[in-house]
């Protein structure tokens, strides 16, 4: 069962899923970190959390502010995801303190996230990152940022269940991400870490057909962080691994292997 939880960040309300073991906690909670305009209630976090609860985990999903419960995405950013994710966690520590322990688990923009946000409350066990972009500026993506500058904002669509939604995301979204890469650490704000600070155990996923950050990319992220850490390229999935049952188990049995054999 799927309890829905309110947690407050500023003035708003941040929309997550609260995913309570049976028969008590006995493991670290895991903080499940959604992709760019990804929603809490996509088939690949729900198969991980219900994974992770039998397992004897708090788990906790939630939609960063500005995309699918607000109506306004100009509030949505990296910074802004990150404020949030500190938002969720103290939550977990003043409810579910006595665990004191915390996993983060994120995909693509949501791994990023794994990798960069510090934790003020817990402590945290392990760090998860699904396909997770280094956020270069490079020949390739300069084109598109600059279509995106020019016009001011970008349409982007996606689908849950029945519904679709056409996101207007400002080019604000852009400038703010481009404070953040996953290989250089945070150039501006002190109040988020550098991968070669951290220490704990990494697990870093790639696709081997993943048209969005290339295996590559994950491996040159993966050089930077600390030991022990762990980097594997699955086989025939994809970065939208999402939409394919098949795919999912691949990433998520990953997940699963990883946290049994470091005893988390």
């Known amino acids: 069962m799927i309890e829905e939880i309110k947690i407050k960040s500023g003035k708003y309300n941040i929309h997550a899923d609260l995913y309570l073991p049976i028969g008590g906690q006995s493991k670290p909670a895991v903080i499940i970190l959604p992709e760019f305009l990804g929603n809490k209630r996509y088939e690949h976090y729900v198969n991980l959390a219900e994974r992770l609860k039998f397992l004897g985990h708090i788990v906790i999903c939630f939609n960063p502010i500005g995309t699918w419960d607000h109506d306004d995405t100009s509030l949505y950013s990296v910074s802004q995801y990150l404020s949030d994710f500190c938002c969720v966690e103290k939550y977990t520590w003043e409810n579910y303190g006595y665990a004191l322990e915390v996993i983060l688990c994120g995909h ?66 852009e400038k703010d991400r481009s404070q953040y890469c996953t290989l250089d650490g945070i150039p501006i704000s002190k109040s988020y870490i550098d991968i070669k600070e951290i220490q704990c155990p990494f697990l870093f996923i790639a696709g081997e057909r993943d048209a969005v950050v290339s295996p590559e990319n994950v491996w040159e992220i993966y050089k930077r962080a600390n030991k022990p850490k762990r980097f594997v390229v699955l086989e025939g999935v994809q970065h939208n691994y999402r939409e394919n049952n098949r795919m999912i188990l691949k990433v998520n049995n990953q997940i699963i292997n990883f946290l049994d054999e470091n005893k988390l």
């Open 108 to 173: 693509s923009l949501g791994g990023m996230i794994a990798l960069l946000s510090p934790t003020n409350y817990l402590s945290c066990r392990a760090r998860i990152a699904i396909m997770p972009p280094q956020y270069e500026i490079t020949k390739r993506n300069t084109e598109s940022r600059e279509e995106w500058r020019e016009k001011g904002f970008k349409i982007s669509i996606r689908e849950f269940q029945m519904e679709t939604r056409n996101f207007r995301v400002p080019y604000s979204f």
